[in-house]
């Protein structure tokens, strides 16, 4: 099940799918663009030691250099009907909280 884990509006997201944690970058320019990277064992292991702090760091890093990023990147990740769906679970918990 794809599920939203954290989240920072207009920067980045964190989610899950079952045991593969797929990180959700807004890229910059003038037209939007994400990138979604497969996080590797490492990035997991910060996260759960740093917390949402060292996503931020992540995120500048795909976001100016996505290019190091591409062997983990997801193609049409947007398209995958659960992606949606997570989000909407996402923001119905954020408002009932």
């Known amino acids: 099940m794809l599920e939203v884990l954290a989240q920072k509006p207009y920067s980045w997201t964190l989610l899950r799918d ?3 944690y797929i990180f959700s970058v807004a890229g910059s320019g003038r037209s939007f663009i994400s990138y ?3 996080l590797i064992t490492r990035e997991i292991q910060l996260y759960e030691a740093y917390g949402e702090e060292i996503l931020d760091d992540l995120a500048r890093q ?3 250099s ?3 990023f591409k062997s ?3 193609e049409n990740f947007e398209q995958d009907e659960r992606v949606s ?6 923001h ?3 408002a009932t909280n």
């Open 18 to 20: 079952d045991n593969e």
């Open 36 to 38: 979604e990277v497969r």
């Open 62 to 64: 795909v976001a100016q």
């Open 66 to 68: 996505p290019g190091m």
């Open 72 to 74: 983990r990147m997801i």
């Open 85 to 90: 769906e997570a989000y909407a679970l996402w």
């Open 92 to 94: 119905k918990q954020k």
